[in-house]
């Protein structure tokens, strides 16, 4: 990347670092790495983030907020929540399978810079559930859902997916039955919530 | 393991392979191994299994087996489908988390041998959704349960609960809330299958 005469944000620094994974792979996404790409020095970058490990946390999180701002859409409109529910869960399921179907080595990547980065991928399942307990319990106040506990019902419709976002599952969500799988899967989970 | 006047059959060989396995991970199981391990010639192990990839086939099926033997009684018995569908599921996690636990080593090992038995592995997967679409189709003959296709829905229940047979997930079995998170997701599906 050429010098620029912009100022050097936060969101620079992670656009920077984000090509630089792509290109390079997760062994090079230094903050040193990242200083030449954006031709600055490395204290700027430092600056902004003091370890390695806070910049590649902070990478990462970019890269799982843009799915949890898409689905946050959602969440918040203003659709009965039968049909929030079935929007969230293959708006989920189509973001990995993008994100893992158009570049396979930068989702490969990111992979493994969440398995070092344990507790943004916690606040990140966390915020998602969220959102689920959130439609959950509309349903519930609507009278359309039973749920004793929205939250509980949350994490088991989540954990219930798993195949269609975890990213271990990754090689099976371009195989032809995939997508039949996960709309059978989430008719039962529906008529499972109905009151 | 001394020599044995017993005679050599299948079935000693694969104690053997296992308990090969056991002692020295999945690189040490050859048939040379074994044979040593036996106390018998390579020749009279080969006329059991010609080639390593045929006796590491052979002993991942018996492992895999063991599970699906324990299901299928549990398939056979005459008890309501509802309750036999949850003591199926119950029984499948039960038995993958005591494997899991009691030897993490060699569950990790045929976790190994399962990547280079892919086609002993899918033939177990069938096995074990064959089972779960017989529970189903009785269900659905009972009047007990609605599936238009039991396949299709024996196969989204399998998938469903992979949080909770699925070796990847091995780590999660021990967590305190694992329990709690697998009865809430088998009442929401069972609440989904209801007729």
Redesign the interface.
């Known amino acids: 990347m050429a010098p620029s005469s912009e100022p050097l944000t936060t969101e620079r620094i992670l656009v920077a670092t984000e090509e630089v994974l792509r290109r390079h792979g997760p062994a090079k996404a230094t903050v040193v790495d990242v200083a030449r790409a954006l031709g600055v020095s490395h204290g700027s970058v430092y600056r902004h983030f003091r370890t390695k490990t806070a910049l590649r946390e902070a990478v990462t999180k970019r890269w799982l907020d843009r799915t949890t701002e898409a689905l946050a859409a959602i969440t918040a409109t203003d659709a009965d929540p039968e049909t929030r529910l079935r929007e969230w869960l293959a708006t989920l399921f189509a973001a990995k399978r993008r994100k893992a179907g158009i570049d396979p080595e930068l989702f490969a990547t990111y992979g493994l810079l969440a398995q070092e980065s344990g507790d943004v991928v916690d606040a990140h399942l966390v915020e998602l559930t969220d959102q689920l307990t959130g439609i959950v319990r509309e349903g519930v106040a609507r009278g359309v859902f039973?749920a004793p506990d929205p939250a509980?019902?949350a994490?088991?419709?989540f954990?219930?997916?798993?195949?269609f976002h975890d990213p271990?599952y990754a090689k099976e969500w371009e195989k032809p039955g995939a997508q039949?799988?996960f709309e059978?899967?989430v008719?039962?989970?529906?008529?499972?919530?109905r009151a």
Chains 1, 2 share one sequence.
């Open positions: 039973a509980v019902t994490s088991a419709l954990q219930a997916t798993g195949r271990g039949g799988d059978a899967l008719d039962l989970l529906v008529r499972g919530l």
